[in-house]
């Protein structure tokens, strides 16, 4: 095992596996992380919780999950034999195709070799004096190097919801973010489902044909838009295949790495006639023109969103028969657009199905699970399953799960107590050599995620090589970069409506989580500019030794 990077020799009486650098996760990220430091020769060994490749696909096998980025543009772009040879057959591909295509893509890469599946990373300690870090895994294995990069995903630490009772509840039950391999039957089955989320958004949707009986208890309505997800046909196919250069090139030049952009207009300048056309326009495209191709002001400004808002709730009334469920299916208090907007494909139908209930918590919320279902305050209800959509610890709760200890000790999860600090999202200060890919503060959080993933890796992977032909050993974000980046996140964020929303974006969706906008709004060419120049100015607000 070559170990290229690692100056002076570790002298320790146990035998420890040594690396130039250790990734944590082998999903989108990991996978090609692994893939460009090998080609700079690194030995290099990824540690993965799960069985298997896949990350965020290899976890959410529940029933409708699938993409709200068009197939294509969701893809690796850095192999043109692989994109030639990959069939997306529909426009937003199911989760099963997903997880097919990494598991295709860490095959032909022959990227299995350097990963230990079925390891999850317990703690990560730097060693100020050798200058290695150590990480070691819930079984106790233990290995070092130079470099650890994370690779732990954004939405990956599955949250409970804190309701007393569920240690009594004796019948089946499920996260949608831990779900198990074998097929749910839910045939006939009395379901109860918990969130309204994007997640819950295509579960319920999926579901609703199979269920004897569903009742779905939401606490926040949602304003959700129609997916119109198509089969991609063979001329489409090669139409697709001839111009990846375009989609990418289109991709590259969005704020959110998605093929949609913001039209130039802004929704208080036009007429109302043309922006109700304008309106009817972008509902009929597929994917999130809905949300990322509005007029430019929409997200940004109250009195504009009010005019997509209002547009939005007379569809969700248009297609819910009983007014009352409607009512409670329209959202009233956030504004459209600052939460994800889930995409959905006959969502609102299901509550026009006599088997299918809508709670509304906030009338009526759950007090206590029971054995056999649940107690709101107003009723007792009795389920065969209770399906938990209740999301995630987003962005930094997979960090909170890993004892990461840099210079003096010092515990990540203590400095990011009251949110997070980085700088470029790539780094924290005091915690050397440590890359924290589509981390808190990155660009790539707010996007559409391989294009930002893509660029994530090829930044860090020029920077390790930069720092091996400058013979480097040692980069750490200085705490003034780390300060003006972290406002700058403040700053930009605030500039935008998405803070007015509890979402996962400011953590409000966990219980006692300092609220704070955990993803990068500037949107991913700036984001991207701002990571080029600092490269190019020799790592600019890093210290290089
Ligand atoms: P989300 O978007 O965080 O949704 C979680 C849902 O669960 C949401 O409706 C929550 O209501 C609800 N929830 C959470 N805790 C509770 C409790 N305690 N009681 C009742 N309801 C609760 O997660 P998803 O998995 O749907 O989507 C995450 C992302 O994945 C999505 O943005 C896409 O990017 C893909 P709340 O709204 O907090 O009131």
Known sequence: MTNTLQQTPVVDVKPIDQFDAII??????????????????????????????????????????????????????????????????????????????????????????????SSRIASATYDEVGNYWEIRTEKGDSARANFLITAIGVLSAPQMPNIPGLDEYKREWHHTGLWPHAPVNFTGKRVGVIGTGATAVQLIT??????????????????????????????????????????????????????????????????????????????????????????????????????????????????????????????????????????????????????VVLVDLNETPIERITTKGLKTGAAEYEFDIIIFATGFDAVTGAFNRIDFRGVGGKALKEKWADGPHTYLGLQSAGFPNLFTLVG?????????????????????????????????????????????????????????????????????NTPGKPRNFLLYAGGSPVYRKKCEEVAAKGYEGFRLQ
Request: glycine content about 6%; aromatic content about 14%.
């Open 206 to 355: 999926a579901i609703a044909k199979e269920v004897g009986q569903m009742t779905v208890f939401q606490r926040t309505a949602n304003f959700c838009a129609p997916l119109r997800n198509t089969p991609i046909d063979p001329k489409t196919q090669k139409k697709i295949k001839a111009s990846y250069p375009d989609i990418f090139k289109r991709c590259s030049e969005t704020p959110a790495g998605f093929l949609h952009d913001f039209d130039p207009r802004l929704a208080l300048e036009v007429s109302a006639e043309e922006r109700q056309a304008f309106y009817e326009k972008i509902w009929a495209e597929p994917g999130f023109s809905k949300w990322l191709g509005v007029f430019r002001d929409v997200l940004s400004n109250l009195e504009a969103n009010e005019t997509f808002a209002e547009f939005v709730r007379n569809k969700i009334r248009a297609r819910v028969k009983d007014p009352k469920v409607a009512e409670k299916l329209i959202p009233k208090d956030h504004p459209f657009g600052a939460k994800r907007v889930p995409l959905e494909s006959g969502y609102y139908e299901v509550y026009n199905q006599d088997n």
């Open 440 to 508: 808190p503060h990155n660009g790539a959080t707010f996007c559409n995620i391989p294009r930002c993933i893509e660029q994530n890796v090829e930044w860090v992977t020029s920077c390790m090589r930069y720092m091996r032909e400058h013979d480097y050993k040692r980069i750490e974000a200085t705490p003034e970069a780390e300060n003006v980046w972290t406002e700058h996140v403040a700053e930009t964020a605030a500039r935008t409506l998405l803070p007015l929303a509890d979402s996962w974006f400011m953590g409000a």
């Open 24 to 117: 944590i996760g082998a999903g989108i990220a990991g996978l090609y992380q692994l893939y460009r430091l090998r080609q700079l020769g690194l030995a290099v060994r990824v540690y993965e919780a799960g069985s298997g490749v896949g990350g965020t696909w290899y976890w959410n096998r529940y029933p409708g999950c699938r993409f709200d980025s068009e197939s294509y543009s969701y893809g690796y772009s850095f192999s043109e034999e692989l994109l030639q040879e990959w069939d997306w057959s529909e426009h937003f591909a199911a989760q099963p195709e997903t997880l097919r295509y990494l598991n295709y893509v860490a095959d032909k890469f022959d990227l299995r070799r350097d990963i230990q599946f």
